[in-house]
C-alpha cells in the first residue's frame, strides 16, 4: 500500500469514526432526555454535549483499533 493510499486510508476511517461515534452519542443522549440544541447552558444540554464527545471519542478509538487490527491481517 502507498503512503497516499495509508493516509486516505487513516483519515477516512478516523472521520467515519468520529462521526458516528458523535451521532451515537447524539441519539443517546436525546433518547435519554437531553437536548443538545436546547437555549443555554442547563444540565440537559451539558449532558449531551458530554455524550457527543465521548460519543465522538468512543468512535474515533474503535476506527483505530480496526485499522491496527486490518494492518496485522496484512
Known amino acids: 500500500m ?3 493510499q ?7 476511517s478516523d472521520a467515519v469514526g468520529f462521526v458516528g461515534g458523535a451521532l451515537a452519542g447524539f441519539w443517546l443522549a436525546r433518547w435519554l ?3 443538545l440544541f436546547a437555549e ?4 440537559g444540554s451539558i449532558g449531551a454535549i ?5 460519543g465522538g471519542g468512543a468512535g474515533l478509538q474503535a476506527a483505530r483499533a480496526w485499522r491496527r487490527a486490518s494492518a496485522r491481517k496484512e
Not at 6 to 12: M, N, P, Q, T, Y
Not at 50 to 54: C, E, K, N
Open 6 to 12: 495509508r493516509l486516505l486510508k487513516e483519515g477516512l
Open 50 to 54: 458530554i455524550a457527543v464527545g465521548l
Open 33 to 35: 432526555g437531553f437536548d
Open 40 to 43: 443555554g447552558y442547563g444540565t
Open 2 to 4: 502507498s503512503e497516499t
